[in-house]
């Protein structure tokens, strides 16, 4: 898979709006940001756990949630992309 961001930085200074992957722009405050951001945060705390010593299964399964948490985050940060599959959506509500 290739790399979704080349830099986190865009020296355009703060109008209330952040760039998506595609390059179009949006407000700060929109949902699609505050999903992003909510994907983050979720995804952080995944990562924390993975730090934590656990057992090797829930291990396993908390790395393919991280992995689908990132091809999420891919897909809402840019409109009109589709990376995750059916099965991972299926995978992902039937663990929640």
Do not use: C
Not at 23 to 47: F, H, M, Q, W, Y
Not at 50 to 59: V, Y
């Amino acid at each position: 898979m290739g790399h979704r961001l080349s830099k986190i930085y865009t020296r355009t200074g703060d109008s209330g709006e952040t760039g998506l992957g595609d390059g179009s722009r949006t407000r700060k405050d929109s949902p699609r940001v505050v999903a992003l951001g909510e994907i983050d945060e979720l995804n952080s705390a995944v990562g924390v756990l993975l730090a934590e010593q656990i057992p090797e299964k829930i291990r396993a399964v908390l790395e393919n949630i991280q992995h689908d948490l990132f091809d999420l985050g891919g897909d809402v940060s840019i409109p009109g992309r589709a990376t995750m599959t059916e099965g991972q959506v299926q995978r992902l509500e039937t663990l929640l």
